[in-house]
């Protein structure tokens, strides 16, 4: 499963979009070593949401209600935190 999944969703990472956008304004901005680091951080983040996905680590968040609610919580503070 997480190999499909994989394999579904690198050539989407790639594929020309708004995050491409934003890392083509970043490296006409800040330089192509800023560019490539914003696109490493957000490749990395969405391998790991993917294999979170795949190990069905969010089927496991009903047996810890307290884990759910931190991430919850971080997950908002770290959405005000880019607001």
């Given at each position: 499963m997480?190999?499909?999944l994989?394999?579904?969703l690198f050539p989407?990472?790639?594929s020309p979009g708004p995050g491409n956008?934003?890392?083509a304004a970043i490296g006409a901005r800040h330089g192509l070593a800023a560019s490539w680091c914003a696109s490493l951080a957000y490749h990395l983040a969405t391998l790991a949401v993917t294999l979170a996905i795949?190990?069905?680590f969010l089927a496991a968040m009903p047996a810890a209600p307290v884990l759910f609610r931190v991430l919850k919580l971080a997950g908002s503070a770290y959405i005000l935190w880019m607001a």
């Open positions: 997480t190999l499909a994989l394999a579904f989407l990472a790639w956008m934003v890392f795949g190990f069905r």
